[in-house]
C-alpha cells in the first residue's frame, strides 16, 4: 500500500513537472508586445493557466514554490562556494564589468534593458553576500572564465528563484480585493527587487545637487564633508571607471584586430607592461604558438580580466586630486559609505533582496585602497542615502526642504515651456468656511492646468511591500492631491460658467476665467513609487479609494522633466495630459510614465478597439527604449534626432502655424488634431493631395467636389472638414466652410466640427481658415 502510494505521489508530481516545463515553454515562446520605431504590435496572450482544473492550477502553484525555494538555496550555497574559493574582489569585478557595461558610439548609448541576463541588483546581490564572509575566508584562486560563466548563471537563478519561491496556492482563494492587494505588494516588491533608475543620470545629478546643497553647511558642521562633496565624489569615481573601462575595450579591440600570434603576444605584454623578452618566453612555451588566433586572444583575454579589479580601485588622494576637494574631507566620505569585509556577517540573506545595505554604502574598504565596482549605485538611492545622512537631527527642515523644492522645480520646468505670466503658485481659494492652497496653476490659450507637488518619502517597509504602508503612501501621493486638484476643477469650472458668482480666487487668476473652456491636472511627486503612480487600474479593486474618486496622471519630477522636454509643442503636453487622464481608471497598463511616452510617440493614445476591451492588460514595458537611448546618448555628449510622436508634416505645419498666431481656442484645435491616430493622419494628408489635384481640374464646375469630411466613430464626439478652394473662387470660401460644417456636424453624436479651409493658389501657408465649430446642442 506505501509503495503504491508513494508511485502515485511520483507519478503525479511527474504530471505537475511536465505542466511547469509546458508552462514555461509558453512564457518563453510567447510577447505580450512588441515596439519599433515606426508603429507598436501588440500580441493577444492567453492565460497558460486557463485550461486546468482549480487542483491542477494548486498543485502547479504549489510546485512551483517548492521547486524554486530549492533552486534558491542551492544557488545561494553555489554563490558562497564561489566567493570562498576564488578571489573574490576579481569576480565581483569581472561581473560587473562585463555585466553592467554598455556600448556607446556615434549611434549613441546601446541600452541592456530587456537583454541582459545580469543586472546591477544581481552585481548588488554578489557584493553583499561577499561581505557577509570574513576577510580571512575570501578565496585565493584565480578567477578563470568557467567560475566568470558559473558566477552569471548562479546570480541570475538566485534572483529568479527568489521571486517564485513565494508563490503560495493559498492566494487563490482570497478574496478580489485580497487578489489586488497581494498584486500591488508583488510589483513593489519585484521593483525594489530590480529596477535601480528613478530618471536620467543628468536629472539624478542635477535634482540630488540642487536638493541636498541646501544642507552644505549643515554637514560640514556634523561630518566635515558636505552633500555636494558627496556627490561629486561619487560623480568622479563614476566617470573614472567608465573612463577606465572604455580605454580597457579600446586597448582590447586593437589586439583583437591584429591576426598575427607573435604580435599578438608582443603587444599584449606590452599593454601589461613587459617587454619583448617577456613576450618571447610566453611563445616559447609547449603549445602556445600552435593555438588559433582566435583561441589565443581569448587565452590572452582571460588574464588580462584578472586586473579589472584596478577600474574599480580608489585612493582618497587619486580622488581628490582631480576633484578639487581636500583629501581629509574625501577620505571622510569614502569612509562614511563603505563596508569592511565581514560588516553584513549577521545580516539575514533573504532580507538583501528587498533592503540591501549596499544600496546605501557601495563601497568596499579593503587593504588595498577603496573598491567600488558600482559608483551608479549611489545615485540609484541618492535620495534615500542622503536624506538618511542628513534627517537625524534635522527632520523637519528636509521635510521642508523637499517640499520646497519640488515646487520650484516644477515651476522652473513649466515656466519653460509655458508662458511665465500666466503660471501662478500658491493659489489660495475657498470652498464655503474651508480654505485649501493648490501648489500651481499655469493657463495657455483656453486651457487651464493644476499641479499639484507631493514631496512625501517612501518607507522602507512600503517598498518591502508591508500593505499598511503601501497603502498611506498611495493616500498621499495618489488620492491626497487627486482629490484636491480636482476640488479645484469643481470649482473653477462652476466660476466660468457662471460669471455673477462672486469669488476672491477670480482676482488672484491671470486670465478671465470665462475664456476657460477645459481644466486638466496632473500630480508630481519627488520619488518614484514602483512605477505604481502609472497603473491606477490595479488599485480599483483593493478598496483603498474612496467613492467618486477621479485619478489624474501622477508622476516623479524626473518624468515629468522629460515630457516638457519630449514634446515639442505645448499643445502635445496638453494633449498627452488629457489623454492619460482619458485613460485612468479605463484602460489596464503595465508599465512606467516613460512607456507611456514611448507609447505616445507611436500611437498618440489612439488605441482603436484596444481601449474598450474588457479585463484587457496591456503591457507596454520597453516602449521608452527610443526615448532611453536618446536621453541615455545626450548625458554622453552622443547628440541623435530626438525622438518625436508621429505627425505629419501637414499636421505638424498647422501646429506651428496656431502657436505663432495664437489664433482663438488653438490649443483646443490641436488637441483635436492630435486625436487622429498616426496612420489617420497620414491617410488624411494623402487624401488632401488626391482632392488638390481634383479641385485644379473641376474647381468651375458646380457641385465639384472640394472637402473631405471625417465623420468619427461613436466613441467620439469631434467630426473634421477639410475644405479647398482656389483664387478663381475663393469669393465662396464662406459657403463651402458652412455646407462642410454641416455636414461634420449631422451625426448625432459629433458635438464638434474642426474646419480647415486652404487656398491651394497659396502654398506659403497650411491654412488659411481654421474654426472649432459647435453643434447647436451646445
Request: aromatic share 10%; glycine share 4%.
Amino acid at each position: 500500500m506505501g509503495k503504491n502510494n508513494k508511485a502515485r505521489r511520483a507519478e503525479k508530481k511527474n504530471q505537475i513537472t511536465k505542466k511547469l516545463k509546458k508552462l514555461r515553454a509558453q512564457q518563453t515562446c510567447k510577447t505580450i508586445t512588441k515596439s519599433s520605431l515606426s508603429s507598436p504590435v501588440f500580441t493577444m496572450l492567453d492565460n497558460p493557466l486557463r485550461n486546468l482544473t482549480d487542483t491542477q492550477r494548486r498543485d502547479l502553484i504549489w510546485q512551483i514554490g517548492e521547486d524554486n525555494k530549492k533552486k534558491f538555496q542551492k544557488s545561494l550555497n553555489n554563490i558562497q562556494d564561489l566567493l570562498k574559493a576564488h578571489d573574490p574582489i576579481t569576480l565581483l569585478a569581472i561581473i560587473s564589468g562585463y555585466g553592467l557595461s554598455v556600448g556607446a558610439g556615434d549611434t549613441g548609448v546601446q541600452s541592456n534593458e530587456g537583454r541582459a541576463l545580469i543586472t546591477q541588483s544581481h552585481v548588488e546581490m554578489l557584493q553583499a553576500l561577499l561581505l557577509q564572509i570574513p576577510r580571512s575566508d575570501w578565496g585565493t584562486n584565480p578567477v578563470t572564465p568557467d567560475v566568470v560563466q558559473k558566477g552569471f548563471d548562479t546570480l541570475t537563478e538566485l534572483g529568479r528563484a527568489f521571486s517564485f519561491s513565494g508563490m503560495n496556492n493559498g492566494r487563490l482563494d482570497a478574496s478580489a480585493k485580497g487578489k489586488a492587494i497581494d498584486c500591488i505588494q508583488f510589483l513593489v516588491r519585484s521593483n525594489t527587487q530590480t529596477v535601480r533608475n528613478w530618471g536620467y543620470y543628468s536629472q539624478v545629478f542635477n535634482i540630488s545637487t540642487e536638493l541636498y546643497s541646501y544642507f552644505d553647511e549643515i554637514l560640514l558642521d556634523k561630518h566635515e564633508f558636505s552633500a555636494t562633496t558627496i556627490i561629486k565624489t561619487f560623480n568622479f569615481m563614476l566617470r573614472s571607471m567608465e573612463k577606465s573601462l572604455t580605454e580597457r575595450h579600446v586597448a582590447l579591440s586593437k589586439l583583437k584586430a591584429i591576426k598575427k600570434p607573435k604580435e599578438l603576444v608582443l603587444k599584449y605584454h606590452e599593454l601589461i607592461g613587459q617587454g619583448q623578452e617577456e613576450a618571447d618566453q610566453f611563445y616559447e612555451v609547449d603549445g602556445i604558438s600552435k593555438l588559433p588566433i582566435k583561441s589565443l586572444f581569448l587565452m590572452l583575454l582571460s588574464h588580462y580580466d584578472l586586473g579589472m579589479s584596478d577600474s574599480f580601485y580608489f585612493t582618497a588622494e587619486a580622488v581628490s586630486s582631480k576633484t578639487g576637494i581636500d583629501s581629509e574631507s574625501t577620505n571622510l566620505v569614502l569612509d562614511y559609505f563603505s563596508y569592511s569585509p565581514g560588516a553584513l556577517e549577521t545580516h539575514k540573506t533573504e532580507f538583501l533582496f528587498l533592503d540591501n545595505p549596499v544600496w546605501n554604502k557601495p563601497i568596499i574598504k579593503d587593504e588595498k585602497a577603496y573598491f567600488c565596482p558600482m559608483p551608479q549605485l549611489f545615485f540609484s538611492f541618492v535620495l534615500s542615502s542622503l536624506d538618511e545622512v542628513i534627517e537625524k537631527n534635522n527632520k523637519d527642515k528636509l521635510h521642508d526642504r523637499r517640499a520646497n523644492y519640488l515646487e520650484e522645480k516644477i515651476e522652473e520646468i513649466v515656466k519653460r515651456r509655458f508662458p511665465e505670466a500666466l503660471t501662478v503658485s500658491c493659489v489660495k481659494w475657498r470652498v464655503d468656511e474651508k480654505q485649501f492652497e493648490t501648489d500651481l496653476i499655469t493657463f495657455i490659450d483656453s486651457h487651464a492646468i493644476i499641479i499639484e507637488a507631493k514631496a512625501h518619502k517612501i518607507s522602507k517597509s512600503a517598498l518591502r511591500g508591508a500593505p499598511d504602508r503601501i497603502k498611506r503612501h498611495i493616500k498621499e501621493i495618489l488620492v491626497e492631491p487627486s482629490i484636491q486638484s480636482k476640488r479645484l476643477e469643481n470649482r473653477l469650472n462652476e466660476l466660468r460658467l457662471d460669471a455673477t458668482i462672486s469669488d476672491a480666487l477670480r482676482d488672484r487668476l491671470p486670465v478671465d476665467l470665462s475664456s476657460i473652456h477645459k481644466v486638466l491636472r496632473v500630480s508630481v511627486s519627488l520619488e518614484d513609487f514602483a512605477s505604481l503612480q502609472a497603473n491606477f487600474s490595479r488599485f480599483i479593486d483593493t478598496e483603498w479609494l474612496p467613492e467618486d474618486f477621479y485619478p489624474c496622471p501622477t508622476m516623479n519630477l524626473a518624468d515629468f522633466e522629460t515630457l516638457f522636454d519630449f514634446l515639442d509643442h505645448p499643445v502635445q503636453i496638453i494633449h498627452y495630459l488629457q489623454r492619460r487622464t482619458e485613460l485612468e481608471g479605463h484602460v489596464s497598463f503595465l508599465g512606467d510614465e516613460l512607456d507611456f511616452m514611448g507609447l505616445y510617440a507611436m500611437t498618440l493614445f489612439n488605441l482603436g478597439s484596444m481601449q474598450s476591451e474588457d479585463k484587457t492588460e496591456i503591457i507596454i514595458s520597453e516602449m521608452s527604449a527610443p526615448l532611453d537611448k536618446y536621453y541615455m546618448s545626450r548625458d554622453e555628449g552622443i547628440i541623435l534626432e530626438k525622438p518625436r510622436p508621429k505627425i505629419s508634416k501637414l499636421f505638424n505645419d498647422i501646429f506651428r502655424k496656431l502657436e505663432e498666431r495664437s489664433t482663438p481656442q488653438w490649443t483646443e484645435i490641436g488637441v483635436l488634431l492630435n486625436m487622429f491616430s498616426p496612420n489617420d493622419q497620414s491617410k488624411l494628408a494623402s487624401a488632401v493631395e488626391m482632392l488638390k489635384k481634383g479641385v485644379s481640374r473641376t474647381w468651375q464646375k458646380e457641385g465639384h467636389k472640394n472637402a473631405i469630411i471625417y465623420a468619427p466613430p461613436e466613441a467620439s464626439e469631434y467630426a473634421l472638414a477639410y475644405v479647398l478652394f482656389k483664387d478663381g473662387n475663393a469669393h465662396r470660401r464662406y459657403e463651402f466652410i458652412e455646407n462642410a460644417a454641416a455636414s461634420g456636424l449631422k451625426p448625432e453624436h459629433v458635438k464638434s466640427c474642426l474646419v480647415i479651409a486652404k487656398n491651394i493658389d497659396q502654398d506659403d501657408l497650411p491654412y488659411h481658415y481654421i474654426s472649432l465649430c459647435k453643434s447647436s446642442d451646445n
